[in-house]
């Protein structure tokens, strides 16, 4: 396509269920990120992708936050038993290669934890 | 620990002044800067970095390691100027796990 991709753009959920955010990069980006904003704040580092590995792993926020890449494209984000604070945009972005490189956003999904 | 700081939540502005907006990093190694911007209704997207030492709609931006501070500054505001503005920080040398600032929203006024 032409740009990120992201889906569901929102989603209302209850406390306690599980949610996937699904993310198509740009095709031929071989990095893909995943960042979450909280309302009023910066986007804070979750998972990174380098292909279908995970070297940096460090920014999710525990052990209910998941996420795979497969094909180097399409990856999800998996939160289980949502908490109200998961409530956020969560953003994935990609870019060419892993050096310092421009990173191309898609539009986020927002999830919001009743 | 990498951190990126930007003070400001709003920058009010009338249209033809000047702006700044602020950025403050704090980070031991040699950084790599960046201004990300969104509009409204857009997606986030790359305004300018530090090593291009480019001008982009205006906007510059000078790397002070001294006061490790990476300000974007514009001579003449512009309507369509009004935005968010994040500030994003990486580590040299690795991937590009770029940290952001909170923003900061400019409002540029006729």
């Known amino acids: 396509g032409a740009g990120v991709s992201q889906s569901p753009s929102n989603k209302v959920t209850e406390k306690g269920k599980d949610v996937e955010l699904r993310c198509d990069p740009i095709?031929?980006?071989?990095?893909l990120y995943w960042y979450r904003q909280r309302l009023g704040q910066g986007l804070e580092f979750l998972i990174y992708f380098q292909g279908n590995s995970a070297p940096d792993k460090s920014g999710l926020p525990s052990d209910r936050f998941s996420a795979e890449r497969t094909g180097e494209s399409v990856s999800t984000l998996t939160i289980q038993r949502t908490q109200q604070e998961d409530s956020a945009v969560y953003l994935c972005?990609?870019?060419?290669?892993?050096?310092?490189?421009?990173?191309?956003f898609g539009e986020g999904s927002r999830l919001t934890v009743l | 620990a990498q951190r990126v700081t930007q003070p400001e939540k709003l920058l009010s502005v009338f249209k033809g002044a000047p702006v700044e907006l602020k950025c403050n990093y704090s980070y031991s190694g040699s950084p790599e800067l960046f201004w990300y911007v969104q509009y409204s209704r857009q997606r986030l997207q790359l305004l300018l970095r530090?090593?291009s030492r480019e001008s982009i709609k205006g906007f510059t931006a000078d790397l002070n390691k001294g006061e490790t501070s990476f300000h974007l500054k514009k001579p003449f505001a512009q309507e369509e100027d009004s935005a968010m503005y994040y500030c994003?920080?990486?580590?040299?040398?690795?991937?590009?796990?770029?940290?952001f600032g909170a923003g900061t929203r400019l409002a540029v006024h006729p």
């Open positions: 994003a920080l990486a580590a040299s040398g690795g991937y590009n796990k770029l940290i």
């Open positions: 095709s031929g980006h071989t990095a």
């Open positions: 972005a990609s870019s060419l290669n892993t050096g310092a490189g421009e990173l191309f």
């Open positions: 530090h090593i």
